[in-house]
């Protein structure tokens, strides 16, 4: 065959000819020399001495070429070439003996089958039209392999793939009952599988269209080193594994698989667990991290025709920050589709906070629920601050808002018994709450507390209002470096504001003012 085409189209199915669309094939230059010696009832033999082509999605076969021999007691496949533009694959010999077997279901159960894969290479670049992510991916792999046993019964061994003396992988593999998918066994072995630092830069620039500056912290992981099993029949599913790093190492035991009398398409449960993880050597000298030690739980499905959903647990049993050892922290997160449910728990020697939360996402009536309690909580142990000695804060948050943004939300954020102690002095405040109410058009923000007390009513958008400020900065003064804004939205509004006595609160946070009697504040703004 010389210059041969073949076209084959569906009519009513869009073509994208960036990828390979099975329903729109063209295929040029087909160029094949064949030859079959011979055709009996028992017997076989052809040889593919070239065959090549090209695709219209840019999948081009230089050649290929092979020798198939077969009769009554065997079938064998013989010096199997495959060339790409920058691929070479090489077959040396794949033979199935099926001697004395009437039937395909013995054949498949009891034929014996030998394959072996000579040292290829291969570049997954050649792969791109069918995979465009590929198209940037310039490394090849070198891959060599053996497959022996049945149909039935394959055992993949000795499957080595290196890539640049920076990546390398051997692993070995046993599937069973191929044909009989309710059946299929699955038993896999990575022995290991290393990565280098820059075999890691490598990897991820392959899928860049540009060569992309990776941040220190990845090539600070070092060599990579992961080894592993996964086994089990396709709907229960065991893996587990062993990653390791230069900061430390990182196990997981996970479940994977589908319960069909349940309706449940998919699902994934099991534990991830570290080793004392050095984060401070991950990233640049002064950095303020240390030892990190967690574990997560997962336990996530997904119905047929339906969304994932599930729970994360985490436990984090030490963490280093800034000099300071965080311990005995929890974290529980429960979501499905289009809502969030979470809850974080410390219980530290130095305070001790508790929060949850709910989101829902619902559109204009979407809803943020939040409450948080604080505890004996002293800064100064935490080096977040050294302006107080002594300090010891108390006090918990409520917040609910209806709303998907800023400018429609509804709701107030409330703080109830907060106390601020140091060895001198004291503040209380009983409550403070901030409410929302209304639309752009007609808006009303409300304080009320022990100590301040306003309103803020008018048409106003709280994302423009800085703008505002600034653009009426820039006209009235001009002599300011203000940049022009851009008006969003008109803001008219009038502030009506009560100061009443912060003497303890000056005190004890050390402000530099003091109001004694009451203050007020008015205004109007347009």
């Known amino acids: 065959i010389r210059r041969g085409f073949v076209s084959y189209h569906v009519g009513d199915i869009p073509d994208n000819q960036e990828k390979f669309n099975p329903r729109h094939i063209e295929i040029n230059n087909i160029n094949a020399n064949i030859s079959i010696r011979s055709f009996n009832p028992d017997s076989l033999s052809a040889q593919i001495k070239k065959f090549s082509f090209d695709e219209q999605t840019g999948f081009k ?43 395909l279901e013995q054949i498949l ?61 051997l692993a070995k593999m046993n599937l069973r ?21 820059d075999g890691l830069l490598h990897l991820i620039n392959n899928f860049q269209k540009e060569s992309i500056h990776i941040p220190s912290y990845f ?30 190492s990182l196990k997981m035991d996970l479940l994977i698989g589908q319960r069909k009398e349940k309706n449940i398409a998919n699902y994934f449960k099991g534990q991830v667990e570290t080793s004392e993880l050095n984060l401070n050597a991950l990233f640049d000298e002064g950095n303020p991290y240390g030892i990190a030690h967690f574990g997560i739980d997962v336990d996530i499905s997904r119905p047929v025709n339906g969304s994932f959903a599930g729970d994360i647990n985490a436990r984090i ?22 809502e969030f449910n979470g809850m974080f728990f410390m219980d530290d020697p130095n305070g001790k906070l508790y929060a949850e939360g ?27 601050t050294d302006k107080f000695e ?21 709701g107030h954020i409330t703080v109830d018994s907060l106390s601020f102690f140091t060895l001198t002095d004291s503040f209380y405040l009983d409550t403070l709450r901030i409410e929302t109410i209304g639309i752009k058009s007609n808006r009303k923000l409300t304080i009320a507390s022990d100590i301040i007390n306003g309103e803020l009513v008018g048409n106003y958008s709280f994302r423009s209002l800085l703008p505002s400020f600034l653009e009426t900065a820039r006209i009235d003064l001009p002599s300011l470096p203000f940049a022009e804004q851009k008006k969003e939205h008109e803001n008219i509004f ?14 004890t946070f050390k402000l530099p003012f003091t109001v004694i009697d009451s203050m007020y504040v008015y205004g109007q703004y347009n």
Do not use: W
């Not at 570049?123 to 069918?130: G, P, R, T």
């Not at 191929?178 to 630092?197: A, I, K």
């Not at 049993?317 to 289009?338: A, H, M, S, V």
């Open 219 to 248: 090539t600070n992981l070092g060599n990579l080193e992961f080894n592993g099993e996964i086994s089990g029949f396709l709907d229960h599913l065991v893996a587990y594994g062993n990653l390791r790093s230069n900061i430390g």
């Open 61 to 103: 076969l230089n050649k290929m070429s092979m020798s198939l021999e077969g009769n009554k007691d065997s079938v064998s496949i013989q010096n199997v070439e495959i060339q790409l533009p920058n691929s070479l694959f090489e077959l040396r010999e794949a033979t199935i003996l099926h001697s004395g077997l009437d039937s």
């Open 390 to 410: 002594n300090p010891e804060l108390n006090l918990s948050l409520n917040v609910n808002f209806t709303g998907d943004n800023v400018d429609d939300f509804a």
């Open 177 to 197: 009952s191929v044909t009989r998918p309710e059946e299929t066994y699955l038993f896999g072995q990575v022995n290991n599988f290393h990565v280098s630092s």
């Open 358 to 384: 709910l989101f829902k996402n619902s559109d204009k009536n979407s809803e943020f629920n939040f409450f948080a309690e604080l505890a004996d909580f002293r800064p100064d142990k935490f080096f977040l």
């Open 494 to 507: 009038s502030l009506t504001l009560r100061i009443d006595d912060t003497e303890n609160l000056s005190n």
């Open 109 to 169: 159960d009891k034929a014996p089958l030998r394959l072996q894969i000579t040292p290829s290479r291969i570049c997954l670049k050649d792969f791109s039209a069918f995979a465009p992510v590929l198209r940037n991916y310039s490394d090849c792999v070198e891959m060599s392999a053996s497959v022996s046993g049945t149909i039935n019964d394959l055992l993949l061994e000795e499957l080595l793939l290196k890539q640049n003396g920076t990546i390398s992988l």
């Open 317 to 338: 049993n030490q963490f280093d920050y800034n000099g300071y050892r965080y311990e005995n922290i929890l974290l529980d997160g429960k979501f499905r589709e289009d």
